[in-house]
């Protein structure tokens, strides 16, 4: 099996079905201007990784692995979809002793730069604590997890917009869904994580609530636009996208 070696790895997350899109193809293989999606986030991905780019496969596992068939990653696989806490385990085995940060992405966010990437690293770095998430304002942030801060601005968790409170959902900083966790911290948490959600599922965000908790430093870095951590889950998003890269 082959493990990563480098310093910085990158967790690509791109086993989700994507029932909204109303199709069967995987969501992660709808196409922007002639690529599906994935391979956008697996490019900029890798100009920050090289080879160490972890690609989690699911619905229409071997579909996704053929459509990177030319880039430079490896594939985990998860078979049941339980959420993207539960992802990120399946890819536990091929992440190398060597590996000290581990970069996670959603296959579905096709703007994202190299460039922004690299400044979360570098930060979270700077800042040496176990968890750092790329945060971005939005005016109108319904259907994203809002980050909840301390009075002095200390991240103290992130909560998905069905588990949160009116005065949660008033919040208009959100989770991009991109983070950059200390590797040894990430699968030790992880193993903490519990299902008891509205959605019954193993959720990354709590990962943010464990260092917390356990005083390892949780952290918030606000960086990149709306426009590059839009995420693709319907037709039309799929459709503003484009237009964007036009």
Known sequence: ???????????????????RMNSDKAKVLHEVLGRPMVDYVVSSASEIAGDDVVVVVG????AVRASLADRRAVF?????????????MCAR?????????????????PLVKSETLRCLVEAHEIAGR????????????TGY????TAEDGRLLRIVEEKDASGKEKAIKVVNSGIYCVDAG?????????KSDNAQGEYYLTDIVEIAVQEGAGAGVVTGG????VTGVNTVNDLETVRQMLE
Do not use: N, W, Y
Request: proline fraction near 1%.
């Open 130 to 141: 176990a968890v750092t998430v790329l945060a971005v304002h939005f005016d109108e942030p």
């Open 93 to 109: 085995d091929f992440i190398g002793a060597a590996t000290r940060h581990v970069v996670i992405l959603c296959g579905d966010v």
């Open 185 to 193: 911290f990430l699968f030790s948490a992880l193993d903490k994580v």
């Open 59 to 62: 619905h229409q596992a071997e």
């Open 76 to 88: 985990a696989l998860q078979e049941k979809q339980l959420g993207t806490g539960h992802a990120v």
């Open 1 to 19: 099996m082959s493990k990563t070696t480098g310093k910085t790895a990158v967790v690509v997350l791109a086993a989700g079905r994507g029932t």
């Open 225 to 228: 636009s709306g426009r590059e």
């Open 145 to 148: 997890g809002r980050m909840v």
